[in-house]
Each structure stands twice: as structure tokens, then as C-alpha cells.
């Protein structure tokens, strides 16, 4: 099975998320609290996906995005972000985010952004 | 006295739209807005605050205040209609994120009225306290089925744009 990568600060967003995923039998590589954490966690298990929360502390999402986007350019990143205003969601996509999901949201569509990306 | 602070209309509509989508269209729980007044440059808050700031074409604070039940309520919505009896670490953050939802709501609201902000991550404040700034709040009260949820909001224009 694929396995995800977990990205947010929030532990009940990293719950919901998981929840989704486990329920689609999608394995859980990890998760990570901020934008270090997930650049870090990403070198280390090479996830198949990444879903990417933007607002978080010590790094935020968008250059968490770029940062793994620079090293790793086959990464395939979700970002799961309630900042959903156009400029977001044009920088992640330019940054090689592969699509955006905008907080709060329902379960199907993540579950949609995720079977399309690894479609 | 404090004189009313300078906010445009259409940024005080991007913020109860924000409000309302989130709580009633997202949470399915009835709300409705009564009109904003003006806390000034200071105000007490209620059992629980989540504050977070603002920054970009606009700069300021966005505290979004509750008493316990209220959160209690509003948690359990968020986890799929639990009985939340206490919160927990988990209940804890979900009241976090909520701030956080309907901030970025907020945000991307406003956007549309022209005015690109970032939201910094939120914290909560956990007990009756008395916020203080140098700026007037606007307080904008929303009643729902959960209870009062209250918005206290300072944002101006950046001197940097
Ligand atoms: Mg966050």
C-alpha cells in the first residue's frame, strides 16, 4: 500500500487525516508537527505522498513545499491548508504542490486529490 | 472613549461571512451574527481565547473567545458529533484548529476584497483574561446552537504596503 506522510501542527487535524487514510488502507509513513519536522521525516522514509499543512510553527508548509520540492523533485505533496485565497494556492502549485485542499474538509475529497496523484 | 476603529465594511462582511460558512455550513450548526461593537483597546475575554495574528496587507490580531461549553460543544461537532464531557490534549487542539478555520476562512475572504493577509499559527489561552492592545478591537458577537462564539478583531492597514 502506499504510504503517506502526515504534515500539521494540529494533533486532532493529523487524527482526522489519518483516520481517512487508515479507513482507505493507506499505511502512515509518519507525521510530522511543522515545516522542519516534515522536511526532516521526508529524507528519512521517503513517503510515496505528503499532505502539508501550511500555518505552523518554526516552518511553515510553503517552504517545508520547496524545500522537499528542491531536493526530491519526484515528491508528491497535497497541501491540506485553511488559508485557501488564490496567491496560497498559485505559490504551492508553482512550488510543485500537486493540489490543494482547502480546511475544513470533507473525507471524500481528500480521498479524490490522493487517488488522482498516485493514479 | 474610544473612537471607532478604521475598518472598511467589506473587510467586516469577509470576516462574519468567514464566521458563519465555517460554523453553519461546515459544522452544520445554526448561527447567526448580531451587529459588531467596538470593545475598544481592551476587553474580557471568556473561559477560552484563541489568538492569532495577522500579517501581510494587514496586520492586527483575530481572538476568538468561548466559555468551555461552548468549545465543549462546538469539539464535539468538529469529532463527528461526540459527547465531549471534557477536553482533552485532542479537544484542546481541535479548538485551536477552529480558530485556525475560520482565520484562513478569514483570510481567503478577504483576499476577494482585495486585502492578502497570512494567519500565524494559533494559541490558546485557557481562563478569563483581559486582552489589552495599543489598537481598538471590534468585537463581532455570533450566537448559535453551541453558544456565543465572539470574535474580537484589530486589523489595519500595514505601514509596509
Ligand atoms: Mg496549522
Known amino acids: ?119 | 472613549m474610544s473612537s471607532a476603529p478604521h475598518m472598511e465594511a467589506q473587510h467586516v462582511n469577509a470576516i462574519t461571512n468567514a464566521a458563519v460558512m465555517i460554523v453553519e455550513q461546515h459544522l452544520g450548526i445554526e448561527a447567526k451574527f448580531s451587529k459588531p461593537y467596538v470593545s475598544g483597546k481592551q476587553f474580557l475575554a471568556s473561559d477560552i481565547s484563541v489568538v492569532m495574528g495577522v500579517n501581510g496587507q494587514l496586520e492586527g490580531q483575530i481572538i476568538c473567545t468561548m466559555e468551555e461549553k461552548t468549545a465543549r460543544s462546538i469539539v464535539g461537532n468538529m469529532m463527528g458529533g461526540m459527547e465531549i464531557s471534557v477536553l482533552d490534549d485532542m479537544g484542546w487542539s481541535a479548538i485551536q484548529e477552529f480558530g485556525n478555520w475560520v482565520a484562513g476562512r478569514a483570510a481567503s475572504e478577504l483576499a476577494k476584497a482585495e486585502a492578502v493577509i497570512d494567519i500565524s499559527p494559533p494559541v490558546i489561552n485557557e481562563g478569563h483574561s483581559r486582552f489589552r492592545m495599543e489598537k481598538t478591537f471590534l468585537t463581532f458577537p455570533l450566537s448559535s446552537a453551541a453558544g456565543e462564539v465572539y470574535l474580537h478583531v484589530s486589523i489595519t492597514p500595514s505601514n509596509r504596503s
Open chain 1, 1 to 119: 500500500m502506499a504510504s503517506v506522510l502526515i504534515v500539521d501542527d494540529a494533533s486532532f487535524m493529523r487524527m482526522m487525516i489519518k483516520d481517512i487514510l487508515t479507513k482507505n488502507e493507506f499505511d502512515i509513513a509518519g507525521e510530522a508537527a511543522n515545516g522542519q519536522e516534515a522536511v526532516d521525516m521526508f529524507k528519512e522514509l521517503s513517503p510515496d505522498l505528503v499532505t502539508m499543512d501550511i500555518t505552523m510553527p518554526e516552518k511553515d508548509g510553503i517552504a517545508a513545499l520547496k524545500e522537499i520540492q528542491g531536493e526530491h523533485p519526484e515528491a508528491k505533496v497535497i497541501m491540506c491548508s485553511a488559508m485557501g485565497q488564490q496567491s496560497m494556492v498559485i505559490d504551492a502549485i508553482q512550488a510543485g504542490a500537486k493540489d490543494f485542499i482547502v480546511k475544513p474538509f470533507q473525507a471524500d475529497r481528500v480521498m479524490d486529490a490522493i487517488n488522482k496523484v498516485l493514479g
